[in-house]
């Protein structure tokens, strides 16, 4: 594996760099897909393309019947103002890979030609999934899996560059590698009135401030500190005049947990405190929430064997801390066992982060997760 990692790292690199001056957003991939596609064509490997509206999937076959393992990257960009001044930088304003899902490309192809050239040492399938939209609400993951990514699997596999991680090490989390990722908007209904007299109007401004702080006892008085959750209010409108008490107030904002249980937790306590609102404010909250994305979940039996790959290949794979970033891997997680690891991209000297305009990670992370998620293909279907 390391000999053939060594041979097309360059190549890799190349095609990295080529997606990362050409990004695209959503489902809107059909370069991206091109690209993914013509290099399974090279490399010999029959690919199905529009699934999930733009997603690619590879099939390898191994040499005897076993299970099948999905092994997935997501292909899009983010809408963001490239500010990094590198020779291969994005040539679509407004456009950017900041979260390196070029990388993740890059890598996959990778492990496609490693794993294609030992098919034969294999005893079941390899199904690489090259997954549109993971950065928007319509998440590509749901898409693909509607459209029968998952028929058949028995395990999934996915991963992530890390930049608070070295280059050439991995990380791993235990339980939830990415949090949920809930939504709400509360439109609290008052009646209008005049500033000067209050008490003929129902004030649903000093509603939404009372709404304000309960929502934020949820946290900090109702789940244990064990199974942490973020609660965020970041929108907030109502009024359109100094002096006149509005009719209605809107607030929107996240609820971010580790766990299904904290989750749950989360949804009803928001839903009481609404409710008590309604009675002590003699107002109406018209609430919205969003179930949006589950936890990514891994498995503990098939992430110690993924750890267990990794030392084995010769690379370095430790715990990190969990926080609460989202992910849509998460609905493959919730249907199949699955085991999730983090590819260290920092580059000595720098402190980058994900979603950042000028982020630049160590290309060298794209062999490094060649050589991880190769090797623990090999060992799950041996």
Same mark, same amino acid.
């Given at each position: 594996m390391d000999a053939i990692v060594?041979?097309?790292?360059?190549?890799? *690199?190349?095609?990295?760099?080529? =997606?990362?001056?050409?990004?695209?957003?959503? !489902?809107? =991939?059909?370069?991206?897909?091109?690209?993914?596609a013509a290099e399974l064509a090279r490399l010999g490997i029959a690919c199905?393309?529009? %699934? @999930?509206?733009? &997603?690619?999937?590879?099939?390898?076959? @191994?040499?005897a019947p076993g299970p099948c393992l999905v092994i997935r990257a997501d292909m899009d960009a983010l809408p963001i103002q490239e500010m990094t001044g590198l020779a291969y930088a994005s040539t679509i304003p407004g456009r950017m890979h900041a979260c390196g899902h070029d990388l993740h490309t890059a890598t996959l192809l990778g492990v496609g030609a490693v794993l294609n050239q030992l098919s034969g040492k294999l005893r079941g399938t390899v199904r690489l999934v090259f997954q549109p939209a993971e950065e928007t609400i319509d998440s590509g993951a749901a898409a693909m899996i509607a459209d029968g990514v998952l028929d058949g699997v028995?395990?999934?596999?996915?991963?992530?560059?890390?930049? @608070? %991680?070295?280059?050439g090490t991995s990380g791993y989390i235990r339980g939830a590698s990415f949090a949920s990722a809930d939504s709400f908007q509360i439109t609290i209904e008052g009646r209008s009135g005049h500033a000067a007299q209050p008490h003929e109007a129902v004030d649903p401004i000093m509603a939404a401030g009372y709404l304000l702080?309960? =929502?934020?006892?949820?946290?900090?008085?109702? *789940?244990n500190p064990i199974r942490s959750a973020v609660l965020t209010v970041g929108r907030i409108e109502g009024g359109d005049a100094y002096n006149i008490i509005p009719d209605s107030c809107m607030m929107a904002g996240t609820i971010r947990t580790r766990a299904p249980e904290t989750r749950d937790a989360m949804e009803a306590a928001v839903r009481r405190i609404c409710a008590g609102t309604e009675i002590m404010h003699r107002v109406t909250c018209n609430l919205a929430y969003s179930r949006n994305l589950p936890p990514v979940?891994?498995?503990?039996?098939?992430?110690?064997?993924?750890?267990?790959?990794?030392?084995?290949? &010769?690379?370095?794979?430790?715990?990190?801390?969990? &926080? !609460?970033?989202?992910e849509d891997f998460a609905f493959f997680s919730e249907r199949v066992p699955s085991s999730h690891i983090r590819i260290g991209s920092a580059q000595p000297g720098r402190r980058d982060r994900v979603h950042n305009s000028n982020y630049q990670p160590d290309e060298s992370c794209i062999g490094h997760g060649v050589l991880a998620l190769s090797r623990t293909a090999m060992e799950l279907l041996n």
């Open positions: 060594q041979d097309i790292a360059p190549k890799l *690199i190349g095609i990295r760099r080529d =997606l990362h001056a050409h990004p695209e957003i959503g !489902f809107e =991939l059909q370069r991206t897909a091109g690209v993914v199905r393309t529009g %699934v @999930g509206r733009t &997603g690619v999937v590879a099939d390898i076959i @191994g040499g028995d395990m999934a596999l996915g991963f992530h560059n890390e930049p @608070g %991680v070295p280059a702080t309960q =929502l934020q006892t949820i946290v900090s008085r109702e *789940i979940m891994n498995d503990d039996g098939l992430l110690d064997k993924t750890i267990a790959a990794v030392r084995m290949q &010769g690379g370095a794979i430790h715990e990190i801390d969990g &926080g !609460f970033g989202a």
